[in-house]
């Protein structure tokens, strides 16, 4: 059984993941949701940011599930 401190660990990196993985998608999808043609210009030069915070997410989200499924097995 993992310790408390293991699953602090463990729910911190799911909180991790899912918030870069949130920025990400917000950064992506901002120039194609924004009113303002600014907003939308300045937006649509991020898309390298986003689409890092995008990976990033993701990849925490996998190692959150790798811990997981090994700690079942």
């Known amino acids: 059984m ?6 602090k660990q463990d729910s911190e990196l ?4 899912a918030v870069c993985a ?6 992506l999808l901002a ?3 924004a009113r303002s043609p600014d907003v939308r210009e ?3 030069q991020g898309h390298v940011v986003g ?3 995008l990976v990033l ?3 925490f989200l996998a190692r959150y599930g790798l ?3 090994r700690g079942r097995r």
């Not at 993992?2 to 699953?7: D, I, L, N, V």
């Not at 799911?14 to 993941?17: C, E, I, N």
């Open 67 to 69: 811990v997981r499924w």
């Open 57 to 59: 997410g993701c990849a």
């Open 14 to 17: 799911l909180l991790k993941g």
């Open 22 to 27: 949130l920025v990400g998608v917000i950064i």
């Open 31 to 33: 120039p194609y949701i």
């Open 2 to 7: 993992p310790s408390f401190s293991q699953r």
């Open 42 to 44: 300045m937006m649509a």
């Open 51 to 53: 689409w890092f915070a």
